[in-house]
């Protein structure tokens, strides 16, 4: 079944809505989450001239700040790091490969049902991993 770019939509289960995960989350968790399932579900297999957009259901994606800073999100950098964490905390997302060990290695994340655990107060279901600091201008100098 192919689809259209103007016809995506995200598709939210009953269990996820009635979350309490779910209702906790502020506009930009919000967002992203939207952002996520409708990757989820939707691939262009046409060319970027003629693009042919497909249902399908990988079991992961990449949270792109590029596409979420243009139409229809409008978001700010620091409003998709705080999305992200959200969801991480929350139990909705998980990190499968992090990101950052080099130019365009981004991060990937896929659905986890470790929303339906969490509850107003717990500790985060799952946290980013720091950055590793490499390269020699990082390295604090050792003590002789």
């Not at 689809?3 to 289960?13: F, G, H, N, T, V």
């Not at 990757?39 to 262009?44: D, E, P, R, V």
């Not at 243009?70 to 620091?78: A, D, I, L, T, Y």
């Amino acid at each position: 079944m192919s689809m259209k770019k103007e016809d995506r939509y995200a598709q939210y289960q009953k269990k996820l809505i009635h979350s309490q995960a779910f209702q906790n989350l502020s506009t930009p968790g919000h967002k992203i989450l939207a952002y996520v399932k409708m990757q989820l579900l939707i691939k262009n297999i046409g060319t970027k001239k003629k693009p042919n957009f497909v249902c399908i259901n990988p079991k992961e994606v990449q949270i792109l700040y590029g596409s979420l800073n243009k139409s229809p999100w409008f978001m700010s950098n620091s409003a998709i790091t705080r999305g992200i964490d959200q969801l991480l905390h929350k139990g909705l997302i998980k990190v499968v490969e992090q990101g950052g060990r080099a130019k365009g290695h981004a991060s990937i994340f896929s659905t986890s049902d470790d929303y339906l655990k969490w509850k107003k107060g717990d500790p985060p279901v799952s946290v980013r991993r720091p950055y590793s600091k490499r390269g020699f201008c990082l390295q604090t100098p050792t003590k002789k």
